[in-house]
Structure formats: C-alpha cells, structure tokens
C-alpha cells in the first residue's frame, strides 16, 4: 500500500528498466516496500552503479525520510566501500590500510549532505561496529573526517560553533560535533582509565567500552555512571568517567546526585524485587570504602537522608526493613543521633505487628530506657511468639550491663511456658556464662517436662553435674530422645561422647557415626551456639566428611581412656584392609590422630 501511494506506475516502469540493467541481484519489492531501502541496496552497490541509483533515489520510497537522497545511497556506498572495500582487496591490517580505504571513498563524500557525512562519520569511527578497527586507527580517521567537514565550512562562515536545529544539519556543526567526539577519543588514552583498584578487569573492560560508545554525551554517561553504581564500582572510579566526560560537554551530573538516585530507584522495587537489596548493599559497601579513603565524592549523612523514611515508613514491608537497617549499620559511619534513630527503626521494627505499645527515640536512646522498655514489654507479652521477639530485640540491643539481666527474667518467663522450653535451650545456646545457680534453677524447670530439651541445656550450660542429672533419668525406651540428630550433634560438638558411653545413647551414637546419617538440623540453635551463619553449620560440623568425624570422636574416646570403645569405632570405619583390622592396631592408628 506505502508502495502504490508513493509511486506511480510510469515511475515503476523506470524504475525497473534502468534498475534491472545496472543493479544485479537487487530484490526490487523489497526495495519499494519503503522499510529500509538503504539495507536493501548496499549489497548491491557498486562503483559501476551507483550514480544510476543515486539519480534514482527521489523515486524510491523510504519509510522515514518519505524518499530516499541521492546523498543516503552515496553514503551507503562508502560505508560498504570503507567496511569491505572490494573483491581485490583483503581486509586492512594497520591503520595505513584503514586510511587508504578511507581516501578510496573520498569522490563519494562530496555527494553527502552535512547530516549523511555525520552518519557516515559515526559509522566508521563512533559505532559498536568500529571498536573492532582500534582505537589509533578511529582517531586518525576521525581526525581526518574533522578536516574535511572544516573544508566544507561555506566561505566567509564565522560560525563554526553554531548548534544545529532538528530541521537541519549543518557543515559547521558537524565540525564541532566531530572536534567534540575526536576529544573524546583522546579521553580514552587517559592514565585514569588504566587498571582501576576495586574493580574485575573484564567488568572494567565492559565499561571503558562502553564509555567509548557514549562520546560523552551527559544523558548515555548519566545511564552509564548509573549502572556502574549499581555495580559497585568504586566512587573515585565512577567520578573519573565524570569528569573526562564533562571535558567534552558541559554537564551538572555528579556522584553525590546519581547515588541518591539509585538508591531511590531501588527502594522503591525493593519489597517486589530481591535483587534491589544486593544493589543497595554493594552501594553502600562502595561508599563505606570512599570514606576509609577519605573520600569527598559523597557522604554517609547524604546516603542516610535517603534511607531514612523508607525505614521509619510503617507500610513498609517489616523484613525489608529490617534487612536495610542492617545493612546500613553494617557500611555506614553513623552519627550518636544516627544510631539512636537505627536503633528506634530496628526497634519499632520488630515490635510491629506484635505490640501495640509506642514507641518513641527516648525510649530507646540509653541502657536505662531501653531496660525499662524491656521490663513493659515482658509484662505485656502473653505467647510464645511475643516471648521470642523479645528474644530478637535482645540481640539487636546488644547492651552490656542490663543486658544479662533482661535474659534471665525472658528465660524464666519462657521456661514457666511448656511450648517455651525448647526455645529457651536455644536461646541459652548463645548466651555467656551464666550464674550458676540461674543455670540449676532454668534446668529444674526443663528437666519436668522434658528429659531431652533437659540433656541439651546441659550440654549447651557446659555445666557437668547437671548432665550427670539428666542423663541418669534416660531410659532404654526414650527412642524420641536416643535417636534425636540434635543431640547426637550437640554431644559431638561438645565433645561429650565419653561421657555417654554408658548410656543408651551411645551405641545410637556410633551407628548414627557408622551410617553417616544427618537428619535434619535445628538451623537456629547450632547458629548460635556454633556462632556462625546457617549457611556454615554444615562445614563447621563437618558433615560431609563422615570419615574425619568419626576419627575425631575416636580421638575423643582414646584421650578420655576409653581404649576400647575408640579401637571398636575406628575398626568400624574400615580404615584399612580387613587382614589388618585388630585391635592394637586400631589404636596405633588413633594415637596418631
């Protein structure tokens, strides 16, 4: 339809007949579908041809331009002409060669209009396709593309500086525009944008290019400087692109702006996408860096202004929250003013949904105001699950003084609670030393109702006459506690093995070593009382070598002089080969453990 309402039928009558004798292999409807004429008639230009088409261009229809010029055909020519030059010649091997070619399309360029010679410009020297040429042989070529456009300065022209309009390009413009792109090409030499600290050299590599591709332009650098901030490239770093940019156009951009800018950005996707918060966590990793360096580019009050309200905005999804306020107490130098607003935001964080209370930075801004908060809070909680908030809000304190205090009155509330006992083993998992008789008095309360939550706090108290006690109350018939995998994990952690020996535990113990069976683990309490991450507990334990832990345990029972039990359990592992396996020679092997 575009076709018919462009072209007449004695045009196409022309067209064909001049076309069809000088242009081989051209696909004529493709080229009067008026999508992209210029792709269709590339291939098929030739030095022979391209006049004839060039005097034929007004006819053929263009989607964008309504027709082609005789200037976009001559353009196209050059192009093919400088990229593949023709079939006597092989592809340049130096810049010299790169140059040759570029005179060979010289007689052409005289045909091109100021906008085609820019085009045919930034093709060959400004485009994803010229990084492949190197960057010697772009700059000789733009240098002498920028001196040809100052030959083509109209006469007696004084303004070389002149800003072209959409409507129209001209010669004195693309002189600047290219004095402008031939700067920056030189900015890429710079010693600034050699091997970077902080930074991988293939992601480096990355941004150099494409740095290069957006000839400093302020609205590509402030895309680019964006997504290096994202990276966690460092300030300095991102600042330097800056700066070589703002060499060759004026621009307001700067780190302070972009970063705020970015975190904004992913705040606002922070509670749909996961992703955000690793970006806002290598962000603020790179400002915490700046400022060790002394750094001036941006600071952590600038960074914490934006911050800020998302915290202490209720609507806020909670654990969002949480996790930011973390972050930002991990890689930001805060102010005292700073913490106490942390703390607040940590505080009415986690009470949120659990509590009705108020609660204002007062409240939280010393030891004696966060100790009477605590001592409402606990009168206030009714369940489990407040109970153990509490327990969180503890930790995220983190007080000295009071601190062990409001620990023992939340153990003592937990424990008088039957679906608190075992919340409160783990709670004492991570916990110092406490006084001695808090410990009895907890493990009496436990002891009641459960021997096995009653064996663990005696384990984890390190405490060895309540052990004794509580493992004197086993029974053979106790399988929910002789097979539970916490247990036999604590008691090899603890290095207690040869204290149950003469229990019924212990030839649970060596088939659970013997089998290497691990069920599943109590991730909260081997965190705390292994202090470690969920995501170590395997390693530390060292679970996925059975071997080395069951001569470990052996080790344990040979040094407690439980000779026997150690051969048995080495002999088990069949360490060695079957005619080997005696007793003595077991336990040479275990003394060199």
Not at 19 to 24: E, N, Q
Not at 89 to 96: D, E
Not at 361 to 369: E, G, K, L, Q, W
Request: net charge negative; hydrophobic share 40%; proline share 4%.
């Amino acid at each position: 339809a575009h076709m018919e309402d462009v072209v007449d039928v004695d045009t196409h009558i022309e067209l064909i007949e001049k076309l069809r004798s000088s242009v081989s292999g051209l696909d004529y409807k493709a080229l009067m579908s008026g999508e992209d004429a210029l792709s269709v008639l590339q291939p098929v230009l030739l030095a022979s041809n391209v006049h004839t088409v060039a005097k034929l261009a007004n006819k053929i229809p263009s989607k964008e331009h309504g027709t082609l010029t005789s200037g976009m055909v001559f353009r196209a020519f050059a192009e093919k002409l400088l990229w593949t030059g023709d079939e006597k010649h092989q592809r340049p091997q130096s810049t010299a060669d790169w140059v040759q070619r570029y005179e060979a399309c010289h007689e052409y360029l005289g045909h091109l209009s100021a906008k085609d010679f820019l085009l045919f410009v930034h093709n060959i020297a400004l485009s994803p396709r010229a990084l492949t040429i190197g960057l010697e042989t772009r700059t000789e070529l733009l240098t002498r593309a920028a001196k040809t456009a100052h030959q083509r300065v109209k006469p007696g022209s004084d303004d070389v500086m002149a800003v072209p309009t959409s409507q129209e390009v001209s010669f004195e413009s693309v002189a600047l525009s290219l004095q402008q792109s031939l700067q920056h090409l030189q900015n890429l030499t710079s010693p600034e944008l050699k091997n970077p600290i902080g930074i991988s050299e293939d992601l480096w590599d990355h941004f150099v290019q494409e740095f290069d591709l957006t000839l400093s332009q302020p609205q590509k650098v402030h895309t680019l400087a964006i997504s290096m901030l994202e990276k966690g490239v460092p300030m300095t770093t991102t600042g330097t692109i800056l700066s070589l940019a703002k060499q060759v156009h004026t621009h307001t951009l700067s780190i302070s702006g972009l970063l705020k800018e970015v975190l904004q950005k992913n705040l606002d996707s922070l509670s749909e996408t996961p992703e955000s918060l690793t970006t806002i966590e290598r962000v603020l990793s790179a400002v915490s860096q700046h400022e060790k360096e002394i750094g001036t580019l941006v600071s952590s009050g600038e960074v914490l202004a934006v911050l800020r309200p998302y915290c202490s905005e209720h609507s806020n999804p909670a654990s969002s929250r949480r996790a930011l306020l973390q972050l930002m107490e991990k890689y930001l130098q805060l102010s005292q003013q700073d913490s106490d607003l942390l703390l607040l935001y940590q505080t009415q964080s986690l009470l949120a949904g659990h509590f009705s209370i108020e609660v204002p930075v007062d409240r939280v801004s010393s030891p004696d105001a966060r100790q009477q908060l605590f001592s409402v809070l606990l009168t206030e909680a009714e369940s489990v699950d407040q109970l153990k908030i509490l327990a969180s809000l503890l930790e995220t304190w983190q007080d000295s003084g009071f601190h062990i205090q409001c620990w023992l009155d939340l153990l003592r509330v937990l424990v008088s609670k039957r679906e608190g006992v075992a919340h409160v083993v783990t709670i004492r998992a991570g916990l110092p030393e406490l006084p001695k008789e808090v410990d009895e008095e907890l493990f009496s309360e436990i002891l009641a109702s459960s021997t096995l939550d009653a064996i663990k706090f005696a384990l984890t108290s390190s405490r060895d006459a309540l052990l004794d006690q509580a493992l004197s109350q086993l029974k053979l018939d106790n399988a929910d506690i002789l097979f539970d995998t916490d247990l036999l994990e604590l008691i090899i952690a603890k290095q207690k093995v040869s204290v149950v020996t003469m229990t019924p535990i212990y030839p649970v113990l060596c088939k659970y070593l013997q089998c290497s069976i691990t069920g599943s683990l109590n991730a909260e309490f081997f965190a705390r009382l292994l202090h470690c991450s969920k995501g170590q507990i395997q390693e530390v334990l060292a679970l996925s070598a059975p071997a080395k832990r069951l001569q470990k345990v052996a080790r344990q029972l040979f040094e407690a002089d439980f000779m026997v039990e150690a051969g048995s359990l080495f002999l088990s592992a069949q360490c060695f080969h079957p005619g080997l396996q005696t007793m003595n020679t077991a336990l040479g092997f275990v003394d060199r453990l």
